[in-house]
């Protein structure tokens, strides 16, 4: 099981200060945030892709290939790449070339975005959100998988024998995780393909991402890829923690009653007794995320957002020191052990590549028999 951090990219001011960092400041924050990830011994970063204020990701390959630089076993991945207004030519050259840059230890997030005035500014329309992500990524599959793609589609113009460089790093695709709160379009869509599913799991009470959750198993199974058991599914989740909680609570919660998602909204005692939200001791962050298992069933990567909301840069380490030191030691221990034999492991180019190498040696193999 793979545990990682993901961000929002949000600028933010802090409300215990009012200051506002500057957007030089938060990039630079998040590629600390990164490299800290790292160093304390998690296994993946993810950014998100924003093109409105107050966020500022709007390149995630440009900020993921400075981190491969500066990390060795970091998995770099987003936790969202914009299927819908983005080229699905493009995605394949940018995570192509991040593939090779990375040496392998890249992965992505396919998602809709949820922010309504993006599409008209990249020449689309929000109420095409469902079908263009549908066809983008028929699109981005084929651009992956074949070497010469000739296709027509209603969204973009047609290609002509066209191959997108540079080709997937050992001829095998980053992996795709396909993110969604609501849509159960999406949670089919990556059933369909065998790919991953990835639940925020952060706004939504529990009964609605087990409901999502377990749609995407069905169909996994139902689409032949092997039983409900070994879809690939991922998690989100958020934390603030402190060694007393009683201090973590009082911390947090200006920042809580001020954030732009959910500030002057219910009560931080109400958002965390409703939702996932995890405000306490590592211990109760522990046995929080312990019982995703009960509604989710066994999954293959845990993300936590740590860093939003106008939460200082020296906070966030801090938070990620207790993150590697006292909460993810004992989450590997424990999911581990409560792992039933045959839930397979989380997706890694290495091993994906294996698979590819052992699938090609089995069809010749099979053509040899025949002959």
Do not use: C
């Amino acid at each position: 099981m793979q545990f990682g951090i993901f961000t929002v990219g949000d600028v933010t001011p802090d409300p215990t200060t009012g200051r506002v960092p500057s957007e030089h400041e938060r990039i630079k924050a998040m590629l600390a945030i990164a490299q800290k990830a790292e160093e304390v011994g998690l296994d993946v970063f993810a950014t998100g892709e924003h093109h409105n204020r107050p966020f500022v990701p709007s390149s995630p390959t440009t900020m993921l290939g400075y981190i491969a630089a500066r990390t060795e076993k970091l998995v770099l991945s987003t936790s969202t790449t914009l299927i819908t207004t983005n080229d699905p030519v493009k995605i394949a050259e940018d995570f192509a070339m991040l593939q090779h840059v990375a040496d392998g230890r890249v992965d992505l997030m396919m998602g809709r975005g949820n922010t309504g005035p993006v599409y008209p500014w990249f020449g689309k329309d929000i109420r095409d959100g469902i079908d263009l992500a549908i066809e983008n990524y028929a699109l981005l599959r084929r651009l992956w998988d074949e070497d010469v793609v000739t296709w027509k589609g209603k969204f973009r113009t047609p290609l002509q024998s066209f191959t997108s460089t540079p080709r997937p790093l050992d001829g095998v695709a980053p992996f795709v995780w396909h993110g969604s709160i609501r849509s159960p379009e999406i949670a089919e869509q990556a059933a369909y393909y065998g790919d991953g599913f990835f639940h925020n799991n952060i706004f939504w009470p529990a009964s609605h991402t087990e409901q999502m959750v377990n749609l995407y198993r069905q169909r996994y199974a139902h689409y032949g890829h092997g039983t409900p058991e070994q879809a690939i599914v991922g998690l989100g989740g958020q934390v603030f923690m402190r060694k007393n909680s009683q201090d973590a609570v009082r911390e947090f919660r200006p920042y809580f009653d001020n954030a732009p998602v959910y500030g002057h909204g219910p009560s931080l005692e109400e958002f965390t007794s409703q939702t996932p939200l995890t405000v306490g001791s590592p211990q109760q962050v522990i046995e929080r995320t312990l019982s995703f298992r009960d509604y989710a069933g066994d999954y293959q990567r845990q993300l936590f957002l740590m860093d939003h909301a106008g939460l200082p840069l020296k906070t966030v380490l801090e938070q990620l020191d207790l993150l590697g030191e006292e909460v993810v030691p004992v989450l590997r221990k424990e999911f581990a052990r409560l792992r039933p034999a045959g839930v397979p492991d989380a997706p890694t180019h290495a091993a994906r590549v294996a698979a590819a190498q052992d699938e090609a040696q089995d069809k010749a193999q099979e053509q040899e028999v025949r002959a």
